[in-house]
């Protein structure tokens, strides 16, 4: 569904709501993914889908109904199910608004990506199967192409629309005892470069082959982008008003203050060139490009229209779809780069360990930031500036601020992204990272 | 799916168009979902919502290779586009010898199902349902340190079609419900959250009698109390000793520590990138001591009010019980049709999709710890120092499944096998089979609950699952705790 046909079914349903508040969030996607194990394609899959999800609001009082039939009986049940759920509700400080327009984005959609075949991303696949088998190990991972699109309407004017392509390719490359990652993220198809990726993991499994032990406890350490980017994960969303707000977040201590290094900088950018995000939320309302933590002082958080108005703030523009009882949230988080290279960083660390990925990352204590997990998939001992061969994988406890206190970002960045993130980020490197246990691989 | 003929014309369609084209074998799902929140927190209600999506998926084998394609889409022309589009990506997968060989699927089962229902909870005003929100959302203020009440009801309904080129015919139709409350403490810069039933609510298959079952009214004033007291609490000791988990956590335990070590796709490195492998193997069934002779694990996908109860999975199989772990030994896996006949074994049906549009996967679905024979309070006998653990807070194990950290919301001191004084921020730490090995009792079916859990995720793209993990407190001995808060 293109960017016409979500504005005229946006319309549609909010013309057949009638009058009152309403609001329209019409979604779109088509999303095609290959997957491979044992350098063979075990899973190829492809999605099409759109939905409409209206919010009706009557004197404060808000419902939420959604569904993907568009015909007029589809289309209104849904309105009447917004407007039955609405009337039963409590009323609430809940009210529309009408949004200037976004600025456009211009990078985040390539056409010729959004009809990427199953036969393009079979070709990829061969090609990291090609560069794997040459080192004598097996691949898994997967090479996806998505097209998606958001339009978000009101029944008081706003209308803003989005359209995306995303594509990622992720290969984890396995030998006899090693394992090595790399991915790459972009909206243009053409520029997923899978052989280069598969290239990247063979040479880190090869490289880490007979892992040695490593004793748990203090260590230097430098995350790669992708590791760096499940730290700033749980982060982030301590930048909400809400979680501020409540007391759950480390910013509830007050503004202003040095939470880190001055080497550690986090903006949220939905218009940063290496990950462009869509330009407005999901109330219609253009983003701010917002300064969380500039040079170490925490300087603020978002904001939706809710939020902004309990607490008197400007609306930054991070509303989730309705219902949200998340609160605002940090989608686009960008951090500044350093001033050298990863090898300058690796080059100078006398004994540490560089760690290419993390694994299931958990919040131990939301306020004091302290989060566990486990490296996997190419972890290394640095000794006197040199990669020494590959370690076991190990545990950590670590406090993120803690950690960020004495760090330092490398120059070059990277896009990266899990299930529940997408964002921009260096190497880190931090002069204290504990881990508490080890492994057998 | 009220005209289930014309679904049967259109299934028929769907499969015809697909042998057309080539393919050896297809099998197509339409689902209707059906998915009501309330959410109520610190007073307002911030959800109240209703969604629907219905939908179908294909899935195509053309020389061995899989193709699936979903689309919301079920006109004639949308059924032979998705038809046609599967066995086109089939056909990609198979090309150049780069897709995986599978065999061609004969089995073939008509039949239905329908979650047994107390009370539809159709029938309770919707009024009705927020007033109870409302009202047991309020108790849980009980101090000014509670900075967040929350409460909550889903409630899901789940209309499934499935059809293949052998013949099969299956319609079910699923019901389940959850709900749950929970309190946040705020303190000088501390905070400390209390969740009740369980970490995440009570979460079962049935109808607005799991609601009832839940007991939010009765315990949410309990609850607050104790989020504001953990505040105030000593900080959980470090070292060895001897722990207590509740039957929720011990629920938490299973899943990640047993169900995805079990998962054969997992085993056979289909996970390999995204959610990891398994220490397991094939070689290790009828060898491995997974735990010791009080530990017994099962799959149970018939079982009453189990969260991933259902007659049929998703790729048709019908539903059956079969051991994972007997008396301590590692005898069963969890698999699908494919998997089972590589290791020589039949599907023990536990095959998921999470909607219309997702690609059936291996889900541990319903794995249960069989209950033991002690009362829950003689756990606590001869315990000479320990903890006892509750509520789930931080889960992490590594992507083998062995090196873990838990944490929980809520700890209590035991001294002299009486449970003492309460304790904040309690974690341990261990490797899967050294802990469940260290089990030397497990609770009878007295403190057994059929826990859900509502949120699991596995696969790319990522899903969603819904699977249960009965249970009931267990006794560890000479476990690691404190990790995490000890540096």
């Known amino acids: 569904m293109d960017k016409g046909a979500r504005e005229a079914l946006g319309r549609r349903i909010l013309a057949l709501a009638g009058t009152g508040e309403h609001e329209a969030v019409v979604t779109s996607g088509d999303d095609g993914l290959t997957r491979f194990a044992h350098n063979a394609i075990h899973q190829n899959v492809a999605r099409s889908d759109?939905?409409?999800?209206?919010?009706?609001?009557?004197?404060?009082?808000?419902?939420?109904?959604?569904?993907?039939?568009?015909?007029?009986?589809?289309l209104r049940d849904v309105v009447e199910r917004a407007a039955a759920l609405s009337a039963l509700a409590p009323r609430d400080d809940v009210r529309l608004a009408k949004s200037p327009p976004a600025s456009p984005s211009t990078s985040a959609f390539v056409a010729s990506s959004a009809s990427a075949s199953p036969a393009e991303r079979a070709r990829d696949a061969g090609e990291i199967f090609g560069v794997v088998e040459g080192g004598g190990l097996w691949a898994a991972g997967y090479v996806r192409a998505t097209r998606s699109g958001t339009t978000v309407a009101n029944s008081l004017g706003t209308l803003a629309s989005f359209d995306a392509t995303e594509c990622g390719v992720n290969v984890k490359a396995n030998g006899d005892d090693s394992t090595g990652y790399a991915e790459r993220y972009v909206n243009d198809f053409s520029l997923l470069a899978a052989r280069e990726q598969a290239a990247i993991a063979a040479q880190k499994t090869l490289a880490s082959c007979t892992p040695r032990a490593v004793e748990p406890g203090d260590w230097t350490v430098i995350l790669e982008p992708p590791a760096f980017g499940e730290i700033v994960a749980y982060l982030t969303d301590h930048f909400s008003a809400q979680a501020y707000d409540e007391g759950s977040s480390f910013l509830s201590d007050g503004l202003g203050r040095t939470v880190t290094s001055t080497n550690f900088s986090l903006t949220d950018d939905w218009s940063n060139a290496l990950a462009p995000g869509m330009p407005f939320d999901y109330e219609g309302t253009p983003k701010e490009r917002v300064a969380l933590i500039e040079r170490g002082v925490a300087k603020a958080f978002v904001t939706d229209?809710?939020?902004?108005?309990?607490?008197?703030?400007?609306?930054?523009?991070h509303a989730l779809p309705a219902p949200n009882a998340a609160g605002p949230q940090v989608l686009d988080a960008v951090v500044s780069p350093g001033t050298k290279t990863t090898a300058q960083l690796i080059a100078e660390t006398a004994r540490g360990l560089l760690v290419s990925r993390l694994w299931y990352v958990r919040t131990v204590d939301q306020r004091r930031t302290i989060v566990t997990g486990m490296t996997r998939d190419g972890t290394f001992l640095i000794e006197n500036g040199k990669i020494a061969g590959g370690v076991r994988n190990m545990r950590f406890n670590q406090s993120i601020l803690?950690?960020?206190?004495?760090?330092?970002m490398s120059s070059e960045r990277a896009r990266t992204g899990g299930y529940s993130y997408s964002m921009v980020v260096p190497a880190a490197k931090f002069e204290r990272f504990t881990f508490t246990s080890t492994t057998d691989f | 799916m009220n005209n289930r003929p014309s679904f049967e014309a259109h299934a028929l369609r769907a499969l015809d168009t697909a042998r057309a084209r080539g393919a050896a074998y297809a099998e197509i799902r339409f689902e209707e979902g059906r998915s009501e929140r309330i959410e109520v927190r610190n007073g307002s209600v911030v959800s109240l919502s209703d969604s629907g999506s219905s939908g179908f998926?294909?899935?195509?084998?053309?020389?061995?290779?899989?193709?699936?394609?979903?689309?919301?889409?079920?006109?004639?022309?949308?059924?032979?586009?998705?038809?046609?589009?599967?066995?086109?990506?089939?056909?990609?997968?198979?090309?150049?010898?780069?897709?995986?060989?599978t065999a061609v699927p004969t089995a073939a089962h008509v039949g239905s199902y329908e979650t047994p229902v107390e009370r539809d909870p159709a029938t309770v005003p919707l009024g009705d349902r927020v007033a109870h929100l409302l009202a047991v959302e309020r108790e849980l203020h009980a101090t000014p340190r509670i900075s967040v009440g929350r409460a909550w009801i889903d409630l899901w309904r789940t209309d499934k079609l499935f059809f293949n080129t052998n013949g099969s015919k299956i319609s079910q139709r699923l019901y389940q419900t959850g709900s749950g409350i929970s309190a946040l403490a705020v303190g000088d810069r501390d905070a400390q959250d209390r969740t009740f039933p369980g970490d995440v609510g009570l979460y079962q298959s049935g109808g607005w009698e799991i609601v009832e079952a839940a007991r939010l009214a009765d315990n949410a004033a309990r609850i607050g109390e104790e989020a504001d007291r953990l505040l105030d609490a000593p900080q959980c000791p470090a070292g060895e000793m001897d722990v207590i988990l509740g039957g929720s956590q011990v629920s938490l335990q299973i899943h990640e520590s047993c169900g995805h070590a079990a998962e054969l796709?997992?085993?056979m490195g289909w996970?390999?990138?995204?959610?990891?492998?398994?220490?397991?193997?094939?070689?290790?069934?009828?060898?491995l001591r997974y735990g010791s002779d009080k530990v017994s694990i099962v799959i149970d996908n018939l079982i009453p009010r189990g969260l991933a109860t259902i007659a049929y999975d998703d790729e048709g199989t019908k539903s059956v019980r079969s051991d994972i772990v007997r008396d301590g030994l590692l005898v069963g896996f969890e698999m699908s049709r494919e998997t089972a006949q590589a290791i020589g074994r039949e599907s023990n049906a536990c095959v998921r999709a999470q909607t219309w549009g997702h690609v059936p996967m291996i889900r541990m679905c319903n794995l249960n710890l069989l209950p033991?024979?002690?009362?829950f309070d003689a756990l606590f006998d001869g315990i000479k120092e320990g903890v006892y653990m509750e509520s789930n807070r931080s889960w992490s194990i590594d992507d083998h499944r062995l090196n873990f950290q838990f944490g929980c919301e809520i700890g209590w001191e035991i001294r002299n096998g009486k449970r003492g004084r309460l304790l904040k921020n309690p974690t341990y730490a261990g490797v899967t089979p050294q802990f469940w090995n260290s089990c030397d009792a497990v609770a009878d079916e007295r403190s057994w609950v059929a826990w859900g859990t509502p949120n699991c995720g596995k696969g790319e793209p990522m899903q969603t699952g819904r699977t249960a993990q009965c249970a009931s407190p267990a006794r560890f001995r000479k476990v690691r705790v404190g990790v995490g808060y000890d540096g």
């Open chain 2, 372 to 375: 033991g024979d002690v009362p």
């Open chain 2, 57 to 101: 998926g294909i899935r195509a084998m053309v020389d061995g290779a899989w193709g699936f394609a979903a689309s919301d889409d079920a006109s004639d022309g949308g059924l032979d586009l998705a038809a046609a589009r599967a066995v086109e990506i089939a056909k990609a997968g198979a090309a150049g010898g780069r897709g995986m060989r």
């Open chain 1, 402 to 408: 803690a950690a960020l206190g004495a760090c330092e």
């Open chain 2, 271 to 287: 996970e390999a990138n995204f959610s990891g492998t398994s220490f397991l193997d094939p070689k290790l069934l009828g060898t």
């Open chain 1, 305 to 317: 229209a809710y939020w902004a108005r309990k607490l008197g703030r400007q609306n930054t523009g």
């Open chain 1, 50 to 74: 759109a939905s409409v999800q209206l919010r009706t609001i009557v004197d404060g009082r808000s419902g939420v109904a959604a569904g993907n039939a568009f015909d007029d009986a589809g």
């Open chain 2, 265 to 267: 796709d997992r085993i």
